[in-house]
T-cell receptor
Framework: GAVVSQHPSRVICKSGTSVKIECRSLDFQATTMFWYRQFPKQSLMLMATSNEGSKATYEQGVEKDKFLINHASLTLSTLTVTSAHPEDSSFYIC??????????????FGQGTRLTVV | AQSVTQPDIHITVSEGASLELRCNYSYGATPYLFWYVQSPGQGLQLLLKYFSGDTLVQGIKGFEAEFKRSQSSFNLRKPSVHWSDAAEYFCAVGPTGANNLFFGTGTRLTVIP
């Protein structure tokens, strides 16, 4: 299957700083990528849909100014957590799929990023 | 609105025993259904998926799942559990395929010798 690489796998940052997480599709072009967040002992919740060359679509309750998403190429989407606070500590995971409006038969997930804000 | 319910938060089974993990969904039409497994600190691996056709779906690692429309269920089964199956299992619904998935809260599987 296709490979999605997410980097870094773990990051610890100080409160108030920004952290960038990268999601790359290594062997296919991903016109759409998805960012999920998983709090401890909870399920994954979709944060936003990232479309190459256009603005991301955020789910209700997700602050777009805090979670900046850039999808500048067909193989790379980035999530930047700006002015991170301890409550942003979570497991962030991306997935890549087909284009919007298509029936994508499988989402390929990255390894996830464990963010700890101290 | 779509929703996915996994009633069992934690299940413990003996190695070699059979396993069934429950999943119920709420959706207006027949959705696309998935089961993923997550090992500690790892990403998600697709076990199997149902889009249409035969309601009994075979997946990797000896897992299977059966879609029952009348019960809005998509339970995951394995006839004989191995110690390496210990992990977190997520059922997911995708209204338009694998995009924009709605996940259940997960079932943590513990396997005892």
């Amino acid at each position: 299957g296709a490979v999605v690489s997410q980097h870094p796998s773990r990051v610890i940052c100080k409160s108030g700083t920004s952290v960038k997480i990268e999601c790359r599709s290594l062997d296919f072009q991903a016109t759409t990528m998805f960012w999920y967040r998983q709090f401890p002992k909870q399920s994954l919740m979709l944060m936003a849909t990232s479309n190459e060359g256009s603005k991301a679509t955020y789910e209700q309750g997700v602050e777009k100014d805090k979670f900046l998403i850039n999808h500048a190429s067909l193989t790379l989407s980035t999530l930047t957590v700006t002015s991170a606070h301890p409550e942003d500590s979570s497991f962030y995971i991306c997935s890549a799929g087909g284009g919007a409006g298509t029936v994508n038969t499988e989402a390929f997930f990255g390894q996830g990023t464990r963010l700890t804000v101290v | 609105a779509q929703s996915v319910t996994q009633p069992d938060i934690h299940i413990t089974v003996s190695e070699g025993a059979s396993l069934e993990l429950r999943c119920n969904y709420s959706y207006g039409a027949t959705p696309y259904l998935f089961w993923y497994v997550q090992s500690p600190g790892q990403g998600l691996q697709l076990l199997l998926k149902y889009f249409s056709g035969d309601t009994l779906v075979q997946g990797i690692k000896g897992f299977e799942a059966e879609f029952k429309r009348s019960q809005s269920s998509f339970n995951l089964r394995k006839p004989s559990v191995h110690w390496s199956d210990a992990a977190e299992y997520f059922c997911a619904v995708g209204p338009t395929g694998a995009n924009n998935l709605f996940f259940g809260t997960g079932t943590r599987l513990t396997v005892i010798p």
